[in-house]
């Protein structure tokens, strides 16, 4: 599960910038899906689904890969689920 950090998405493309990583639409889909659902707990899947709605060139894996580098960055925090 994947929760945003409190963070802008300003700070998230100066970080990108500062850090030599590309602006892309894909990325910029995922940032606005996960903006839009501020304060859901979603799994890469369910952010994946939702991507896809609006930009079906997006698959799984740049999801994945583009969570990551959130993570890394301190966009995002990856929740264990229990259970």
């Known amino acids: 599960m994947i929760g945003i950090a409190q963070s802008t998405e300003t700070n998230f493309w100066e970080l990108m910038k ?11 889909t995922i940032l606005d899906i996960m903006a839009e659902n501020s304060g859901k707990h979603l799994s890469a899947e369910e952010i994946y689904g939702l991507v896809k709605e609006k930009n079906g060139r997006i698959g799984l894996a740049t999801v994945y890969r583009t969570l990551l580098l959130m993570e890394r960055l ?8 229990k259970g």
């Open 18 to 28: 500062e850090k030599g990583f590309k602006f892309t639409e894909q990325r910029q």
């Open 74 to 81: 301190g966009i995002v925090a990856k929740l264990n689920k």
